[in-house]
């Protein structure tokens, strides 16, 4: 079987998606509060490409590392999305957008100390049980830590072991923190639970000064970041893989061709591995 | 069960504080650069969903306005729909229910901030499902018309569903717009209307009338006699909006 190589959905190209003429994704993944309590156009085009396609959602509000209480009314409609639209993956970001009751819509950094670490697992937790499925949490790009009492690989793996969630693991990002903090990028992946990895991210990003890179989703992806997913995805078994592209949008056959080089890739690195265990 | 200690609990709140007044907020074990990064992408993220809902209030209002108004209600407003596309409406009622400078000036602010809200309303509305079986056509003679449900009936101050900005401002007065999405597009009209037939559409919104009741009703309602001149009006305007698809068809009257 062929690893599955799937694109972010984006209003730019929903109708080139449906049409199938240059974008060939295995599947798409969909921001749900980007669809949710919409009807008309979009909700017609929604339904058209998750007719085509298989599914999975990133959520964006969710706020799993807020203080507060998780918004119950929120997590009872987007069960009811998820369901809709048969969502297969649903992942979040290991970051909170709200504070104090009011949401920010930014993916902030969560303090790296060990009382998050319990808070963020505890929420997960009940946040799976609400939806009734496992969350893929996912390792954010930040700028700056906050009083942290440990690293982000111990404190990604302590909120993943405690929550008993699986990992969306974006190697750009890991990329991204690796540059702008300092660490080594193939250490931090060594240090990861590869098998609780759901599904793979990979993007672009912009190097805003010479110290300091944003993870834009704005560029295609660049070499040293493919050379990275190239290590990771021989350390691990089989999982989707996905490109996301926000804006700055090249033409078609350019992220097609960025999807076809991280297939060229998982193949090098998975039919092997598939040869080695017949 | 509490999980998180008040110290971590305040680092987050400072944190998002900071992002959205960008007055120095005390951070410890942070790095600044990072930090302003956060405020700009956070502030960003305000500003070019609002841009994006608002564009004529954006381009009416010079740059430091705009700026005023996004930065005074980033900091100033706690939003509360986790639906970032939602988002632009809570700027309608911030303008509405605060006292701000920006009003004095333009009085109709808020006005143009809900008309370009309306249209993205009527956009995105989650779908209504007709359940009365009904056929599309427009054969209105003792017949209920189907008003499209997908629509808002609104009064405005001002002309702006007519004019542009700048000469609507000048235009003070009573207007009725009826605004739709048609069934096959998504796209959303706008249509002017008299109040007779706002007071027309108002009563079908409550119960099937065929238009002889309704030319009834509105002679008595505006004290004009000839039922027969109205019935013809009536007709001709449900007509005229099943052109446009702001009237489905008709329903037999039972
Ligand atoms: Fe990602």
Not at chain 1, 41 to 69: A, D, F, I
């Amino acid at each position: 079987m062929n690893t599955k190589i799937g694109i972010g959905l984006r209003r730019e190209f929903v109708d080139e998606l449906v049409q199938q003429k240059q974008l060939k994704p295995d599947f798409i993944e969909l921001a749900p509060e980007n669809w949710m309590k919409m009807g008309g156009y979009w909700k017609k085009k929604l339904r058209q490409v998750t007719e085509k396609y298989p599914v999975t959602s990133h959520g964006l509000s969710l706020s799993l590392g807020s203080p507060e209480e998780l918004d119950y009314d929120f997590m009872k409609e987007l069960k009811k999305f998820l369901e809709e639209n048969n969502v297969q993956i649903f992942s979040e970001h290991l970051s909170y957008t709200k504070t104090n009751n009011a949401h920010i819509y930014d993916l902030l950094p969560i303090p790296f100390r060990e009382d998050a670490v319990k808070h963020v697992a505890t929420r997960i937790r009940e946040a799976q049980e609400l939806l009734g499925r496992k969350i893929a949490i996912e390792n954010v790009s930040y700028y700056t830590p906050v009083d942290a009492e440990m690293d982000e690989a111990e404190f990604l793996n302590g909120v993943v072991e405690e929550a008993d969630c699986n990992l969306l693991l974006d190697v750009n990002n890991v990329y991204v923190n690796a540059f702008n903090h300092n660490y080594d990028a193939r250490e931090f992946i060594n240090r990861l639970p590869l098998d609780k990895v759901a599904y793979i991210h990979m993007a672009g990003h912009e190097k805003v000064e010479p110290d300091l890179i944003i993870d834009t989703h704005g560029e295609a992806i660049i070499d040293p970041v493919y050379r990275l997913f190239e290590y990771t995805v021989n350390r691990m078994p089989e999982v989707p893989v996905l490109l996301e592209r926000d804006f700055n949008f090249p033409e078609l056959e350019e992220l097609q061709q960025e999807m076809n080089n991280l297939r060229n890739i998982t193949e090098k690195a998975w039919r092997k591995e598939n040869a080695n265990t017949r | 069960m509490r999980t998180l200690d008040n110290y971590t609990e305040k680092l987050q709140h400072r944190m998002t504080e900071y992002c959205r007044t960008g007055s120095p907020n005390f951070l410890p074990g942070t790095n600044g650069k990072g930090m302003k990064h956060y405020r700009r992408l956070s502030f960003n993220i305000f500003n070019n969903t609002l841009e994006q809902a608002y564009p004529i209030t954006q381009e009416f209002l010079n740059e430091k306005e705009w700026m005023e108004l996004v930065d005074g209600f980033f900091s100033g407003h706690d939003c509360q729909t986790p639906l970032l596309w939602q988002m632009p409406y809570e700027l309608y009622t911030y303008v509405e229910e605060n006292d701000l400078k920006l009003k004095e000036k333009y009085p109709f602010l808020p006005e143009l901030i809900y008309f370009e809200w309306l249209e993205i309303e009527v956009h995105t509305m989650e779908d209504i499902d007709i359940t009365a079986e009904y056929i599309p056509d427009k054969h209105f003679e003792g017949t209920v018309p189907l008003v499209n449900p997908e629509h808002r009936l609104v009064q405005l101050n001002y002309p702006l569903h007519l004019k542009p900005i700048k000469e609507a401002i000048q235009l003070p007065g009573q207007y009725f717009v009826l605004i739709f999405r048609d069934p096959e597009e998504g796209n959303v009209h706008f249509i002017n209307l008299s109040v007779v037939f706002v007071f027309a559409l108002e009563q079908l919104s409550q119960q099937d009338l065929t238009i002889n009741e309704l030319a009834i009703m509105i002679s008595e309602q505006f004290g004009v006699e000839d039922t027969g001149e109205i019935k013809k009006h009536l007709k001709g305007f449900f007509e005229d909006l099943f052109g446009q698809q702001a009237v489905l068809g008709y329903k037999p009257k039972k």
